[in-house]
């Protein structure tokens, strides 16, 4: 919610990187510094220090970030001269992170300048989150500028979420902490924020009395890719429900707040999250589809199902899709459907909400069956909004006899739309999530991230759903690669007198 004029360079920073090999360290966090750099929002004189296993020198770490850059076509392939300059940033200390020497050497490194702020960007399996984080406190490295940023998932359940959060406040006040969750730095998100609350002309129909019902939707076409091993322990739920598809709802569902700063905002998205109506066996089963794709066709080829995929055990019955319905119990929202799903291996690869409004109390024109207004705000691959409204198709003559004999006209509406597309209207080129992020955390702006208590509510919601998974209840619901999921999930909607977007 803050606009990227209002960014502050700080005198100096040493980003370490928990993970400086790793895949997030690669797809992500490199291409992010890198797009900051160029953008020439990266504070001067900091370091970027990549902490792995791998025994090797500046030298070497700067030449395997530099084959990152290779294989980048177009304007953000950086010449070799831009490339130089990024590198000399790029520092590299071997670790063991069970190891408290290794610590010491990190601290060694780090007081060879004292930067105005350390970032700690733990990277890593979370089973490695309290390690790390204990030892840095051993090694007396969370000093007051020390801010820590940890990467989803943060624990598989509500205990290990806990046990977490636990550990990292014994060391670090809840101010240093930045939990990240990529979807809210994502400018379409922040367009959210400012649609919502910098604009009054939505505020009066945000309510139950004008809207019917609200679809998140975070679909992808990909499948599991090289994650099987990973994936197949957190699945759909924990790995996109939790986090992403939650702080959606949050922004969609949550009272404005008193102001733009970062406890205002965490405050609200926590009540929407403590609103969430509590399951029962009966809502357990038939508000909750769990699926898993099995062979079929994306973007026009042969792929494998889910239990085919590399990493992947033989008869996994972990979900890689999930559609739910819940309710918000707040006067705002009370008996105002929300359903959410996301699935990978879907149709398409897109993300949106669409608020469906209700219809006219009574109408007088001819309209498409079902048809009425709806606001549609396009995550990606788009970022835009689409306002249905429904305007006149065409004029047909009627003898109206049964108004006196006269003589009126029955306009037949027929469905239009407003389009604004925020790329063309700001160009694409715009920052990116986790540039976006990781400028946060070195400015100590904490308005984008996750606070603990925000984060346990969402595990303690979603945990009676892994429950009773566990308990062997809803196995997956197989759909084949390439469509849009369950057919459960359209029939869950149906029930309740709705249809998906792409059904309507
Ligand atoms: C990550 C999940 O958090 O988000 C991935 O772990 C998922 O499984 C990704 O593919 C989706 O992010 P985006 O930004 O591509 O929608």
């Not at 950086?78 to 190891?99: G, N, T």
Request: proline share 5%; hydrophobic share 40%; charged share 20%.
């Amino acid at each position: 919610m803050q606009s990227t004029t209002d960014i502050v360079k700080p005198a100096g920073f040493d980003l370490i990187l928990f993970g400086g090999t790793g895949d997030l360290a690669w797809r992500k966090l490199m291409p992010a510094l890198f797009q900051a750099f160029r953008h020439g929002s990266l504070p001067e004189g900091g370091r970027i220090i990549g902490v792995a296993r791998d025994d090797l020198s500046d030298a070497q770490y700067r030449s395997l970030i530099a084959s990152r850059f290779r294989d980048v076509e177009g304007p953000k392939q950086p010449s070799a001269a831009e490339f130089d300059r990024f590198a000399a940033l790029l520092h590299y200390v071997r670790m063991d992170l069970s190891k408290a020497e290794d610590y010491q050497r990190l601290a060694a490194t780090l007081a060879e300048r004292q930067a105005a702020t350390v970032v700690m960007y733990v990277a890593t399996a979370p089973g490695l989150f309290t390690t790390v984080v204990e030892q840095l406190a051993a090694a007396g490295l969370n000093t007051p500028h020390t801010r820590v940023v940890l990467e989803k998932p943060l624990g598989h359940d509500l205990e290990s979420n806990r046990a977490i959060n636990e550990s990292v406040a014994r060391v670090f006040g809840e101010r240093q902490v930045f939990r990240i969750d990529h979807y809210l730095g994502k400018p379409s998100v922040q367009n959210l924020f400012a649609l919502r609350f910098g604009n009054a002309l939505f505020e009066p129909l945000w309510r139950r009395e004008t809207i019917a019902n609200i679809q998140i939707t975070i679909a992808e076409d990909l499948g599991v890719e090289k994650r099987g091993n990973f994936y197949d322990s957190t699945g759909a739920l924990r790995d996109m429900v939790q986090n992403h598809a939650l702080q959606l709802l949050c922004a969609i569902a949550m009272e404005p707040p008193i102001n733009a700063h970062a406890d205002a905002i965490r405050d609200e998205k926590l009540k929407v999250l403590r609103s969430l109506k509590a399951w029962t066996p009966e809502t357990l089963s038939q508000h909750v589809i769990r699926g898993q794709y099995s062979a079929g066709n994306s973007g026009g080829k042969a792929v494998p199902g889910y239990l085919q995929e590399a990493g992947v055990p033989a008869g996994s019955s972990t979900e890689t899709y999930v559609a739910l319905r819940t309710e918000i119990e707040n006067w705002r929202w009370a008996g105002v459907p929300f359903y959410i799903r996301t699935g990978k291996r879907l149709a398409s690869r897109e993300a949106h909400i669409v608020v469906n409004f209700r219809p006219t109390p009574h109408p007088i024109f001819k309209a498409p069956i079902g048809a009425a207004n709806k606001l549609v705000i396009n995550l990606q691959p788009r970022d835009g909004l689409e306002l249905h409204l429904l305007a006149e198709g065409q004029a047909q003559r009627n003898t109206g006899a049964h108004l006196g004999g006269s003589s009126v006209a029955t306009q037949t509406l027929a469905p239009v739309q407003l389009d604004l597309d925020f790329d063309k209207r700001f160009g694409n080129e715009r920052v990116g999530a986790y540039e976006r992020l990781l400028l946060d955390v070195i400015d100590g702006r904490l308005n984008l991230f996750v606070r603990s208590d925000e984060q346990e509510e969402a595990w303690h919601w979603v945990q009676p759903i892994l429950e009773n998974w566990d308990a062997g209840f809803a196995p997956p619901r197989p759909y084949a690669a390439g469509t849009w999921g369950p057919s459960a999930a359209s029939a869950m909607i149906a029930r309740d007198g709705h249809c998906w977007s792409e059904e309507a």
